[in-house]
């Protein structure tokens, strides 16, 4: 297959303000590659695909930034801006998908959804979020009546928000495992790894860490830094070692020495990369049973689920991280989310949209 994919219109890749997507998109095209598809990534100036996927062809293109729609209203307008980098990056796919087998959007936006009603080509949508936006989900409903399957979510739980979708395709998602290395680190300290945005709930780990008399190693993008600012004002100064943003060959070196990750999000996290990066490494993970960690995290096996929004029970997990088996963690990945086991569930579903349209 000829497969042409469209980056996240925020931040190049490499940045992190793509979040998750630019990880998925680099796992995704390995994955691709080695499963012998052609690939062409059409992406924001100054990205980086892994030096592995050096076969995959990459196009450049500039312009404005979308805002994210996790920081908008639910009932927010679309915009667009001028110099659109994502009208952009939709030309220049369109351009060369005239000869690909089919387009492959991964940006959460209106304009590349709205376009399958106006295209030829087959086009292709992983949605990478729970409803954040009305006017998209509305959209996706109309695209969805006559293009069924025309629509990929990483999660069970996340193609819930879109109650319209009746078999909503389910792709998971997927982890080069040879760029994660398994660590028996036992006496590690708590990690933390994420967007520092509200919707990622910070606060909480921060708190266990306090009450634990302990500090949280905390890794990304200061996204919001009045969010930020807030919570390190709120707890004892020291509690929070801001870690900063690392390439994953880093991270997962840091990541890998921590006794357990703590993840913490508010919202219908999508899938939750980072709770895989962590078990790949052999680190257990402590979330909330909400959205896709509710999915991943194997109660008691690879780590534990805590009652949504409840300290306390979160807390109480810590205090018997022990008992998990990091070897489990890993072998977990193994098992279920490599980039092969990824790229084929995305090359099947591909061949049932194009399939469609002849
Ligand atoms: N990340 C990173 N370096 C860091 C912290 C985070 O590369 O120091 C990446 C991480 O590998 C993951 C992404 O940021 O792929 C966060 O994705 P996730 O799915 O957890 O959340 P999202 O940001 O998409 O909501």
Redesign the pocket.
Known sequence: MRIVLISTPIGFLGS?KG?????TLNSLVSGLLSLGHSVEVIAPKNSKLYESNEKAKLYFVEGEDQISWQHQKLNSPVTIPDNSLLAGMLEKGIDIAKKADVLLNMSYDWLPIWMTLNLEIPIAHIISMGSESSAISNLISKVYDKHPYNFAFHSKIQANDYSFIKKPIIIGNGFELTNYIFQDSVNGPLGW???VAPEKGLEDAVYVANELGEKLHV??VIEDETYASKIEESFPKGTINWM?????DE?QNELGKCRVLLNTPKWN?A????IV?ALACGVPVIAYKRGGPSEIIQHGQTGYLAYPDDKENLLSYVEKIDKIKRKNCRKWVEKNASTDIFANKVVNWLNKVINAYY
């Open positions: 992190g979040g998750g997507v630019e990880l790894v994420g967007r890794w990304g900063g943003f690392l390439a994953t991270l996290e899938y939750g990369n980072v990066e």
